[in-house]
């Protein structure tokens, strides 16, 4: 009996010691999943099935609980892509990510500043390597490119741990990462660092849309600008990319600057973007990519699925 009793406690002990360090990795495994996923909703569906994978089988010997989680969420990541990757086949228009909104104070006409997360953890996981131009691109690797190049190249997990995930040699995993390396190189647009920089050219963008300056438009935008829509795959916003500043000028122009007339400034995926709250129509979030000081990318994300936590 008082041995079945210390065996009970023992269980309840390693579910409590697991549970407190889960916890403390959560952020770092939300981070990883959603690199991954570029949803924030699977990402945390992810995290979740790693928990349970973590209490079904704890690692006992394994001295780096945080690596180990990251390669089962990793591996749990892949599933996922590859489902999903199947179903986006007939997807109408163009997809993008779940983005990462923060608003901010102020108006498009002044200096804009966050407004303080409640979860600055979470935030502070996010913060780097997470912008739309990056996400894109990360969208159209191949999902053990993906794997390969997220885990090791952004989370230093060596290839011989993510091997046997993508089940392929060390070396050929080497080789993944390097291919989506070579992709992102050439296709993700590094954005400018300045925050306020981007802002400025930001409302410089929103004036010109508001007035329906075409040339305003064109100083604006960078000659091989990228005007990209998602929503959902149904409706006025699934349509393919639209190329060139010539072209999304007219794009804009088109459409009369409406959005531009309700935007609030945001932060999208820690680049200067904004909140656009028509009257009697769902919020949009629409994230811009300024790269030397022009607009490189204009990324407008309409899906209610994708914007459900929208406050």
């Not at 697991?18 to 770092?28: N, T, V």
């Not at 995290?47 to 089962?72: A, C, F, I, K, N």
């Not at 500043?113 to 159209?140: H, N």
């Amino acid at each position: 009996m008082h041995g079945e009793i210390a065996r009970g406690a023992d269980e309840v002990n390693r579910r409590e010691r697991l549970a407190e360090e889960f916890e403390r990795q959560r952020p770092h495994l939300r981070a990883v999943a959603y690199r991954m996923l570029g949803s924030l909703t699977e990402a945390e569906d992810a995290v979740q099935e790693s928990w349970v994978r973590l209490d079904r089988h704890d690692p006992g010997g394994t001295g780096d609980l945080r690596g180990w989680l990251t390669v089962v969420v990793g591996r749990i990541c892949l599933d996922m892509l590859r489902s999903r990757r199947a179903r986006r086949e007939e997807y109408a228009g163009t997809w993008l990510p779940e983005p990462i909104v923060a608003p901010v104070t102020g108006s498009t006409t002044a200096p804009a500043e966050p407004v303080a997360s409640d979860d600055p953890a979470r935030d502070a996981e996010m913060a780097d390597s997470v912008g739309l131009a990056l996400l894109v691109v990360l969208e159209t690797l191949e999902p053990a490119e993906r794997l390969a190049f997220v885990l090791h190249d952004v989370f230093a997990i060596p290839f011989e741990e993510i091997a046997p995930v993508v089940e392929r040699t060390p070396v050929a995993a080497r080789q993944l990462a390097s291919r989506a390396r070579r992709r992102i190189h050439a296709s993700a647009p590094s954005p400018d660092s300045d925050l306020r920089a981007q802002r400025r050219v930001v409302d410089a963008f929103l004036a010109a849309a508001r007035n329906g300056d075409f040339d305003a438009l064109l100083r604006v935008l960078d000659p091989e600008v990228v005007l990209r829509t998602d929503g959902g795959g149904v409706g006025p916003l699934a349509r393919p990319p639209i190329e060139g500043a010539v072209a999304v000028a007219r794009q804009l122009a088109a459409a009369g600057g409406r959005f531009a007339v309700f935007a609030r400034p945001a932060i999208v995926n820690g680049a200067a973007g904004v909140i656009v709250d028509q009257p009697r129509a769902a919020p949009i979030v629409v994230g811009f990519t300024v790269v030397g000081g022009r607009i490189a990318a204009i990324d407008i994300m309409g899906d209610p699925l994708k914007l459900s936590g929208l406050e």
